[in-house]
């Protein structure tokens, strides 16, 4: 898995999620426990992983929306 995004706003990786799930993309988010840890404050990011075969068309997509990759 290669990480596509990086962010501390929950809804930017919800949209993100949505769209690629749109694409067939499979995705999955990384460091939820430890956003839950700190209490909800949105100090740590949470990422958002995909495949590596699917990383190329995942960032066209994220482009394509105006989604900041935030890496």
């Known amino acids: 898995m290669k990480e596509l995004l990086r962010s ?3 809804t930017i990786l919800a949209f993100a999620s949505a769209l690629l799930e749109g ?3 499979d995705c999955f988010q ?3 426990n430890m956003s839950i ?3 909800g404050i ?4 949470r990422r958002l992983m995909v495949r590596a075969d699917d990383l190329d068309r995942a960032e066209r997509v994220m482009r394509d929306n105006e ?3 935030g890496r």
Not at 42 to 45: A, H, K, Q, S
Request: hydrophobic share 40%.
């Open 23 to 25: 694409e067939d993309i």
């Open 30 to 32: 990384m460091d939820v």
């Open 8 to 10: 501390t706003d929950p």
């Open 67 to 69: 989604i900041p990759l």
């Open 37 to 39: 840890l700190e209490g």
């Open 42 to 45: 949105g100090i740590f990011p």
